[in-house]
């Protein structure tokens, strides 16, 4: 049974870093692609940064460019999110997404079709 488990949300300061990670479970996830997304109070879900996990190809939002990092450990079946510089924008619900059929990152990214499996998402809150 396909399965994603988020971590590593929480309380931080502007400026703090967070890592945050998705722990895939239930199938064979080569050839597979894992997004990170997330969604504000009053906002829609939008898509932060996605990988596809055998070519290793990102994206990322223009507005976490320079300050987020996508990786994937293939051993232990985890995608991580590394957020630097954090700002009270990045405020949010995040969640990791996992999607197989022939998609580019940037459009699951920024398209956000269907996708096989979500978690259950982790808070995030950047504030003084």
């Known amino acids: 049974q396909l399965q994603l488990v988020e971590s590593g949300g929480g309380l931080v300061q502007p400026g703090g870093s967070l890592r945050l990670s998705c722990a895939a479970s239930?199938?064979?996830?080569?050839?597979?692609?894992i997004g990170w997304f997330r969604q504000a109070p009053g906002k829609e879900r939008e898509g932060v940064s996605c990988i596809y996990i055998s070519g290793g190809s990102t994206y990322y939002r223009d507005s976490v460019k320079g300050r987020f990092t996508i990786s994937r450990d293939n051993v232990k079946n985890t995608v991580y999110l590394q957020m630097n510089s954090l700002k009270p924008e990045d405020t949010a619900v995040y969640y990791c997404?996992?999607?197989?059929?022939?998609?580019?990152?940037?459009?699951?990214?920024?398209?956000?079709?269907?996708?096989?499996?979500w978690g259950q998402g982790t808070q995030v809150t950047v504030s003084e």
């Open positions: 997404a996992a999607l197989k059929r022939l998609s580019t990152v940037q459009h699951m990214c920024e398209t956000i079709p269907r996708m096989d499996a």
């Open positions: 239930g199938f064979s996830w080569d050839f597979w692609r």
